[in-house]
Structure formats: structure tokens, C-alpha cells
């Protein structure tokens, strides 16, 4: 018999899927119907897990124990793993004339006198688990059409299933390309410089992430996917940390600018990841592409920060939906025009006229606006005219290694 390779098979350890509520309903009325139908004990679904195996939804014409929905046991101890793996045949009338079943301790301890088994596969033929039912004694009567009806079952459970499973594996995807980014040693942190626009003056550098191993995905999506996976925070507060390491050496009348989204904010504690870096050096800039819903939440979360002496900024003013709303709410020391604004300021007016609005907000409140994405010598000349405070952009700085920044600066 040709030999079927584990691991083609059965996944890595892993936890369940999460199945949502209407699709488990529809799982429990098919597992229902069959039970009854087939005459037999226990039907159930189970979900593989590597080593284990989880009873996902059970139904029984008596409780049976040790067979209960959530229950995880491990894969060697049934019959699944051998039906999977061709070992043991789907359709199994009476356990007491195949060999192997007898070496299966469940056979004795539910105990199983017939038997049916058919695997969940999705349209790749990756196994979810099986669909099963059992009857604790023996039935001759079983035959091919029994089998057929749970095969027919198996496919509707299969195409139930089928959403909830993509998406778990478009998660579980996200999470390992996180992973591996960070065990290849990302994110690498290069630094921009910040420009007074009046003198030429660097007043400070945003630490900005870059991820090397992710070489085909945009920084800002690499975050988009860790924050999906509830790895946002982790990744936020790990560049922050090598920031403020590679940031020893900045001149000490040097600002240094970093990133952190809301939510981070109100979950880590920022001053920590300093590191005894002075906060009063520190600038955090917000930024967030979601709605912010707990403002409250956020400025409770600023405080200890701003005493600390931080300066807020918020990052791609004009940009989100939600972003002058933002302003309003957090009375931040520095506001930073998005890209969007800056680019070709100098030749459209309603740009202009924008930026000029910021710029006027700015003046009555005692803010700093500093505008982003600065990619020529007309914009910075407009944003001049403007009275913008300060400017960062390709046309004054790349963002580079801290050492050849610095070597630049000299
Ligand atoms: O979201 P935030 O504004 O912090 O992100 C800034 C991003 O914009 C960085 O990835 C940085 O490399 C990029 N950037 C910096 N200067 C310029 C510029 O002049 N033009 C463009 N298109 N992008 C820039
Ligand atoms: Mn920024």
C-alpha cells in the first residue's frame, strides 16, 4: 500500500477555528438529522489539531462520557487519525472483526460497536477533521448506502465550514509573516530628519519601520496585518525600543519622533520602552486609520506621558476621515500634514488654501505643524510662504541608517 505522508495530512499544533454562530447551528441540525436517521448512539464532528483532535459538535441519544462538544483528546487514542490515513476502513459494521479497532482503547471504554467515519475536507483536500457516528453495539445492516449518505453529509458540513476555515488560515497567515519577520530580525529602523523651515535647522528625526524580509509588503500594511492579528502593539513597542537604543548618539537638542497607534498607546506603557530615554525629548506621534472610540480611554492613557514631558503629534492630519476631529480632541503640540496635502501645494490652490487653514489653527493655539512628504523646492517655497514650521521630506532628507544620518548631519 502506497505510504501516505504525515505531514501532508495533519497540520502543525494549532488552536481550533473560530466557526461562527450560524454555521455551527446548521453543523448541529446536520449532526441531528443523520444520528436519528442512522439509528445510531453519538454523532460528532471533530477538528484537527496536530496532536489533538476537538469534538466540535456532538449529539447523542444518551450522554456519553468523555464525548462532549469543546472536549480535546489526543489524536492516537480513536479511530480518526487511522480512517484519515487509510488505515481503518471509513465503514466499520462490527469493530469486533477488524484487527486494529481492537487495539483502539475508545473501542472498549464508550464503548464502539459500529462504526462510520468520513473525512472534512475543503476543495484543496486539506482535512478539517471527520464526521463521524458510532453505536455502542455492533450493526450488520450497515452497508454502502449508509456510508454514501455521511460522505454526501461530509460535503455539506465541508461547504459550511468553508469560510470560517479560509479566513482562519488568512489569520493564522498574517501571524506567521509577522513572525518570520521578526525572528529575520525585523523591523530595521531608519531615520528622517525634520527641518525648520525658517533657518534650515534639524530640529528632530522620526524613527520609521522598515521590514526587509517582507520585502514585497509596504511597512504601513506590515502594520495593518500585525494590528489585524493583535500583534500591533508588540511590533509598535519593538521598533520604539530599537529607536531609542539606536538614538544614543542623536545630539541631545535633537527630538526623536515615534509612531505609536492609539490602542497601542492605552495597552503598553510607553515609558517603559524609553528606557531611560529623556521623555522630555520624545515626541509620539499618533497615528490611526481607524476611528478612535475611546477618546477618553486615549487622553487618560497621554497623561502620564505629557507630565512625563512628551509632546503629542498627530500623524497624516488631513488624510483620515476622522483626522481634524482628532485635533480638536487630543490639543496636540504638534500636527503633521499629510502627504496628501504637501504634494503639489505649490501649484493647487485648494491645497493651499488647506494647509493655510492648519497653519491659522496652528498660530491661534500655539501648535507646530510640520508638513510631510516634501518633494520639491516649489512645495517647501510655498510651505514657507504658508508659515509651516517645519518640513520633512525625500527633497530635504531620506530616511536612512542612524550612523549615515548622522554622518550627514556633520
Ligand atoms: O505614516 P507616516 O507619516 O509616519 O509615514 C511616513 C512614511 O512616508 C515613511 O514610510 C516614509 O518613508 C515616507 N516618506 C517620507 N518622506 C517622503 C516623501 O517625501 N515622499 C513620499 N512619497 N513618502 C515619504
Ligand atoms: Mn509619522
Redesign the pocket.
Known amino acids: 500500500m502506497q505510504q501516505i505522508s504525515h505531514d501532508t495530512l495533519f497540520e502543525a499544533d494549532r488552536l481550533p477555528i473560530s466557526i461562527s454562530p450560524q454555521v455551527a447551528e446548521n453543523m448541529d441540525r446536520i449532526l441531528t438529522s443523520i444520528r436519528q436517521h442512522l439509528r445510531m448512539d453519538v454523532a460528532f464532528i471533530s477538528e484537527f489539531l496536530g496532536s489533538g483532535r476537538m469534538f466540535r459538535t456532538v449529539d447523542t441519544a444518551h450522554p456519553v462520557a468523555g464525548v462532549s462538544a469543546g472536549a480535546v483528546l489526543s489524536m492516537a487514542s480513536g479511530y480518526c487519525q487511522y480512517v484519515v490515513e487509510g488505515r481503518l476502513p471509513e465503514l466499520i459494521p462490527d469493530t469486533s472483526a477488524v484487527p486494529l479497532a481492537l487495539t483502539i482503547p475508545e473501542t472498549y471504554a464508550l464503548p464502539i460497536g459500529a462504526h462510520l467515519s468520513v473525512p472534512i475536507r475543503n476543495d484543496q483536500g486539506a482535512v478539517f477533521g471527520t464526521f463521524c457516528c458510532f453505536s455502542h453495539r455492533a450493526m450488520p445492516e450497515l452497508g454502502a448506502p449508509e456510508l454514501e449518505l455521511m460522505h454526501i453529509f461530509s460535503r455539506l458540513v465541508a461547504r459550511e465550514l468553508s469560510e470560517d476555515v479560509t479566513r482562519d488560515r488568512q489569520h493564522r497567515s498574517k501571524i506567521n509573516r509577522v513572525h518570520a519577520a521578526m525572528w529575520g530580525g525585523d523591523p530595521k529602523i531608519?531615520f528622517?530628519p525634520l527641518f525648520r523651515v525658517s533657518d534650515g535647522a534639524v530640529t528632530g528625526v522620526?524613527a520609521?519601520?522598515?521590514f526587509p524580509t517582507l520585502s514585497d509588503t509596504?511597512?504601513?500594511q506590515v502594520y495593518a496585518e500585525a494590528h489585524a492579528v493583535g500583534m500591533g502593539g508588540t511590533l509598535e513597542m519593538l521598533a520604539a525600543r530599537r529607536a531609542v537604543a539606536l538614538c544614543r548618539d542623536l545630539p541631545d537638542e535633537l527630538l526623536l519622533?515615534i509612531?505609536v497607534s492609539p490602542h497601542t498607546l492605552m495597552t503598553e506603557d510607553l515609558r517603559k520602552t524609553l528606557h531611560g530615554f529623556d521623555p522630555r525629548r520624545v515626541v509620539v506621534?499618533l497615528?490611526e486609520h481607524d476611528p478612535v472610540e475611546d477618546y477618553e480611554g486615549l487622553i487618560l492613557a497621554l497623561h502620564p506621558l505629557r507630565e512625563a514631558g512628551m509632546q503629542v503629534a498627530i500623524?497624516?492630519a488631513g488624510a483620515g476621515y476622522s483626522s481634524l476631529r482628532h485635533v480638536l480632541m487630543m490639543r496636540p503640540d504638534v500636527v503633521?500634514l499629510?502627504?496628501t496635502l504637501?504634494?503639489h501645494v505649490d501649484t493647487d490652490g485648494l491645497r493651499k488654501a488647506m494647509a493655510a487653514a492648519l497653519v491659522e489653527y496652528a498660530r491661534r493655539t500655539g501648535t507646530i505643524v510640520v508638513a510631510?512628504?516634501?518633494?520639491t523646492e516649489a512645495e517647501l517655497e510655498t510651505l514657507r510662504e504658508l508659515g509651516i514650521d517645519e518640513a520633512?521630506?525625500?527633497?530635504?532628507g531620506?530616511?536612512e541608517p542612524i550612523g549615515e544620518l548622522l554622518k550627514d548631519m556633520n
Open positions: 531608519v528622517q522620526e520609521l519601520s522598515r509596504r511597512p504601513d519622533h509612531n506621534e497615528t500623524d497624516d503633521k499629510d502627504v504637501t504634494r510631510e512628504g516634501v518633494e520633512q521630506g525625500y527633497h530635504l531620506m530616511p
